[in-house]
């Protein structure tokens, strides 16, 4: 069973699939080539980064009403809102503004994983699955800041491949999340199981005064 530290990973598990889920669906469709056009790019892009806030928000909202941490998902959830505001109302339909936007999200999302991939937990699979988000947000935000001598479907795909990349690694992440809050669950009760068998075994305390009445009572017999 690895150890987990919930102070960073504060994100039930379905939220990780729902992020997941929603990376794919653009991520496909940033692929596909249909997206030709510099306004529609940046509002589709602006729209999911929305969504994304959104999914973090109800999951800080929720840990606060369990007294679980929460402070982990606001700040994704910040970043995810912030970096779509700035596309929506600030880029102007600027090429290069919104290059900067892209790709300095991509990056900071990129850096974020690779610290939780040290700090988070032991598990082997988490911290791989995490490094390889990490790595691939940090080079992908590298190479969308340089795309602007490409056309604008050159830059939506990299953005696109980079969000399949997060959609497959968030399901991964949160099915194995998932299995390992089942193993939690189960070795609290086989541990909890353990103490009550060891507390019936116990024997019962002598009674040290009822025998030496006993003693006293014989003697008088005597």
């Known amino acids: 069973m690895a150890h ?7 994100k039930h ?13 653009f991520g496909f469709f940033a692929l596909s080539g249909k997206i030709h056009d510099l306004p529609y790019a940046i509002s589709l892009i602006s729209v999911f980064l929305l969504a994304m806030g959104i999914i973090d928000s109800s ?24 970096a779509a505001l700035l596309l929506l109302f600030a880029s102007n339909n600027n090429i290069v503004f919104s290059l900067i936007i892209i790709s300095i999200y991509t990056a900071i999302s990129g850096v974020i994983d690779l610290i939780h991939s040290v700090v988070s ?5 988490d911290r791989f699955i995490r490094a390889i988000l990490g790595i691939c947000g940090t080079i992908m935000g590298l190479v969308i800041i340089n795309a602007g ?14 969000m399949l990349v997060v959609g497959v690694c968030s399901f991964i992440y949160g099915v194995h999340n ?3 809050n ?29 025998k030496s009445a006993k003693k006293a009572a014989s003697k008088k017999s005597k």
Do not use: H
């Open 59 to 82: 999951n800080a909202l929720y840990n606060s009403t369990k007294k679980r941490g929460w402070g982990n998902a606001i700040f994704d959830a910040l970043i995810d809102i912030v």
């Open 178 to 180: 998932r299995s390992q």
């Open 13 to 25: 598990w379905l939220v990780f699939c729902l992020r997941g889920a929603l990376a794919l669906i």
């Open 149 to 162: 001598d490409f056309e604008i479907t050159a830059f939506i795909r990299f953005f696109g491949a980079y």
């Open 182 to 210: 089942i193993e939690d669950r189960v070795a609290r009760k086989e541990s909890a199981a353990k103490v009550m068998k060891s507390f019936n075994k116990k024997p019962a305390a002598k009674k040290p005064a009822a």
């Open 121 to 125: 937990t032991v598990d082997p699979t």
């Open 4 to 10: 987990i530290n919930r102070k960073f990973i504060d």
